[in-house]
């Protein structure tokens, strides 16, 4: 006669609502980055819907407006972006009409990059979203505690 199959208590599922222990992740400072990293960037793309941008699109037309010219390379540099990956998201802004590479008469595998009318209109609506979105987070943690995270995330970065 064939043994009663024993059930191992692992085959059960997890009572619904039962909570899941985090054991030291809540601790751990790479752990909390990527968590509030995570939940600032769906806020984001929510925030972003009515002009259809992504975060590193933002900061890539913000540097073309502040630097009207840049070379690519430069802005991958600036944004810590593989050039195998910048070429999509610029190929993405040009095909929208918000941005165009010029050729540089110096050196023409490079580009000189430019915001269009189309591209300056929409980035300006981005910004005012974007004041919008900051301010969120200054209600959230006031303006002291956002001047310090803020302070504290540049800490981190340069030591990256």
Do not use: W
Not at 3 to 22: L, T
Not at 25 to 38: S, V, W
Not at 46 to 53: I, M, P, Y
Not at 124 to 146: N, T, V
Request: with cysteine; hydrophobic share 40%.
């Amino acid at each position: 006669m064939p043994k009663a199959k024993r059930k191992d208590s692992s085959d059960e599922p997890e009572p619904a609502g039962k909570a899941v222990k985090f054991g030291p992740l809540t601790e751990y400072l790479g752990y909390a980055l990527r968590r509030a990293q995570m939940s600032a960037v769906a806020e984001f793309l929510e925030a972003f819907k009515e002009v259809d941008l992504r975060p590193t699109q933002l900061a890539v037309l913000i540097l073309i407006d502040e630097n009207p010219g840049v070379r690519q390379t430069a802005v991958c540099e600036a944004l810590g972006i593989q050039k195998a990956n910048f070429v999509p998201l610029l190929n993405e802004l040009e095909r929208r009409g918000l941005a165009l590479r010029k050729s540089v008469l110096a050196d023409r595998r490079s580009s000189a990059l430019h915001l269009t009318p189309l591209g300056n209109t929409l980035l300006q609506r981005a910004r005012a979203i974007h004041d919008a979105y900051e301010s969120r987070f200054i209600a959230r943690l006031g303006k002291r505690g956002h001047d310090q995270l803020l302070a504290l995330l540049n800490k981190v970065m340069e030591a990256g």
